[in-house]
């Protein structure tokens, strides 16, 4: 059996998204780069983008990890909680 990359296994993971309730809340207009940048680099989903001085987040892809919650420290991230009932992630691959 031919070996799967992170990425292969990660295409397979079935996201059911509630696009009325996000399970994440962001503070978007928060200027430290430093911060920033480390949860653009952490996020594995690349959820968090910073491209020529702007910011921006969607929650479509997240693999629900948490990272960006440990990350930020209540700084960027404001509200982090699972996604309730059938809605989030559901992972194909160990």
């Known amino acids: 059996m031919k070996k799967m990359s992170i990425d292969d ?10 696009e009325e ?3 994440i ?14 949860l653009v680099l952490a996020c594995p989903a690349k959820c968090y983008k ?3 001085g702007i910011f921006s987040f969607s929650y479509l ?9 440990v990350l930020s420290r209540d700084k960027i991230v404001k509200e982090w909680n699972h996604p309730h009932g059938e809605i989030g992630v559901q992972y194909r691959q160990g």
């Open 9 to 18: 296994k990660l295409a397979l993971d079935l996201f059911r998204t509630d």
């Open 21 to 23: 309730h996000p399970h």
């Open 25 to 38: 809340i962001v503070d978007l207009d928060y200027k430290d780069e430093e911060e920033i940048r480390k």
């Open 50 to 52: 910073y491209d020529e």
């Open 61 to 69: 892809g997240c693999l629900e990890c948490g990272t960006c919650r």
